[in-house]
């Protein structure tokens, strides 16, 4: 039977038979082959008896060729190391022209690697990140299945736009230039696939609330999308968003839930992924060499993460927040391109860096934002100017939580939809939440591809999701 590779390495097989299938990392002295499938970042070598082997088969064992190795695991003679296979049987699956093959073994830039996306996976960086992914979404699931939270697949074709800004991908059959129109010249949704305008949703949000007002705690974790124009390392116009929602539970308990989780999934994955980890605080470290003094993280990548795992979030009212940055350095000696003056500005993300690096150097939550900075939905406090909402921000990534305890009053909610022009009719599901048993309620949305930056210390968002959709760029 064949096994893979970390299989290999993880069970004691020394001087057995063992058969594997994998992709030829590199093929030195026509005699060793550095072999890897993806299961381990670890190659395992094996080594040929060339005297044995046909020149022409030699000659089609070249990096990236797909092979079927069979012989007996012994102790490495070598250096690098404890185990090798000494192959007695080697057949090529799959050919791979040496001269076309874009991954060759020597580093290549993350802007190359990204136009062969499909074949990035194939290098150690690559496959190190993605399995972490895959590991951190695992434990984002284990965490609201261990404590009681329902998982709901909230569409992603909807009506509405949860978060008001505008930003959203229209979905039509209409063939363009030859929709329908209306009396008035307007295009005639009535018409379209679902008799109205649609859009891909940017956020589960609404919808996860009416399953957090029936079954109490729910969460969403799938794909949103967002067509905003932002060409950073933070945005993309298509991630996954984990969206949890929790009945009878207000701002503290949201605080504490958006703690709990992330230190949970943290502290799961510096255990089941540690080799890759080791491996990408190594590549973090090398890195940041590379960048002048002052912009170097102050920490490993690995003393980031336990950092994070084992230290208290600070929680500062933006109140607070505004203060200490009108008294900032930056921002008397007019560093910051927004410079701060007074209540009511909104945050940009050189502000939330300041406050997470420089300030109190540890993750902050910010809560009681300016009502008309923030959406629709989030419950008006006392002082009729602020609302309780709140953003985690993190070291090097920024906002990386965004969340609130929701407008559960009917009669607030509808003003505050007629202020924005928001319809009635549009969210009239919404609102019979706040006329049928209504009740104080919170959740929040983290940004997938964001939390695996902050695990993996990528410094472009980019690179910890398969296919990044950002503007002007939609391969593969
Ligand atoms: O702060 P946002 O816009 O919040 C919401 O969508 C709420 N409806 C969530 C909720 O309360 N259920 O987005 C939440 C998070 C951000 O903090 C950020 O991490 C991430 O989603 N995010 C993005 N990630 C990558 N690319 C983008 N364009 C993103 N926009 C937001
Ligand atoms: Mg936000």
Redesign the pocket.
């Known amino acids: 039977m064949t096994k893979t590779v970390n299989e290999i390495l993880q069970s004691d097989l020394l001087l057995q038979e063992v058969e594997l299938k994998g992709w030829v990392r590199t093929f030195r002295s026509n005699r060793f082959i550095a072999l890897n499938d993806g299961s381990t970042l670890n190659n395992i070598q094996c080594v040929i008896d060339f005297e044995n082997t046909s020149e022409e088969l030699l000659k089609r064992i070249t990096t990236g060729a797909a092979i079927h190795v069979k012989g007996t695991l012994v102790e490495s003679q070598g250096k690098g190391q404890t185990v090798e296979i000494q192959v007695s049987e080697i057949n090529i699956l799959g050919d791979s022209n040496p001269e076309e093959y874009p991954i060759q073994p020597k580093k290549h830039s993350f802007e190359f690697l990204r136009e062969n996306a499909h074949l990035r996976t194939r290098t150690n960086t690559f496959s190190a990140v993605m399995r972490v992914r895959s590991k951190l979404s695992f434990a984002v699931h284990k965490y609201f299945q261990e404590n009681g939270f329902n998982y709901v697949h909230t569409p992603i074709i909807t009506g509405s736009d949860?978060?008001g800004?505008g930003e959203m991908f229209k979905v039509s059959t209409f063939e363009t230039n030859k929709a329908p129109l209306t009396e008035d010249g307007k295009i005639d949704y009535s018409k379209d696939f679902f008799g109205k305008e649609t859009n891909l949703t940017?956020?589960?949000?609404l919808e996860?609330e009416t399953y957090a007002m029936s079954l109490g705690k729910a969460y969403t974790f799938g794909p949103?999308f967002?067509a905003?124009n932002?060409n950073t390392t933070?945005?993309?116009?298509e991630?996954w968003?984990i969206?949890?929602?929790v009945a009878f539970m207000d701002l503290d308990g949201n605080m504490d839930l958006a703690e709990d989780f992330i230190k949970y999934v943290l502290r799961d994955v510096l255990e089941t992924c540690k080799e890759d980890l080791a491996f990408l605080d190594q590549r973090f470290t090398q890195e940041e060499k590379s960048k002048p003094q002052a912009e170097r993280s102050e920490m490993s990548l690995l003393e980031k993460l336990h950092f994070v795992v084992d230290n208290n979030f600070k929680r500062v009212s933006y109140t607070e927040a505004i203060e200490i940055l009108r008294n900032s350095k930056p921002n008397k000696k007019k560093k910051f391109q927004f410079p701060i003056s007074e209540w009511g500005a909104d945050l940009q993300s050189e502000h939330e860096r300041f406050l997470v690096e420089k300030h109190f150097k540890c993750p902050v939550i910010l809560f009681d934002y300016p009502a008309n900075i923030k959406?629709f939905y989030m419950r008006l406090n006392e002082d009729g100017k602020t609302v309780r909402a709140m953003?985690?921000l993190f070291p090097g990534i920024g906002?990386?939580?965004?969340?609130?305890q929701r407008e559960e009053r009917y009669d607030v909610l509808i003003e505050k939809m007629k202020a924005l022009d928001i319809e009635e009719e549009e969210l009239w599901w919404y609102l019979d939440l706040r006329k049928f048993g209504t009740a104080v309620h919170s959740?929040?949305?983290?940004?997938f591809?964001?939390?695996v930056q902050f695990t993996t210390g990528m410094g472009n968002?980019r690179d910890v999701i398969p296919f990044p959709r950002t503007p002007q760029n939609a391969e593969f």
Do not use: K, N, Y
Request: aromatic share 6%.
């Open positions: 949860a978060e800004a940017v956020s589960g949000q996860v949103t967002r905003e932002s933070r945005h993309l116009a991630f968003m969206e949890p929602e959406a953003d985690v906002e990386i939580v965004g969340g609130s959740g929040f949305g983290l940004g591809e964001r939390l968002i």
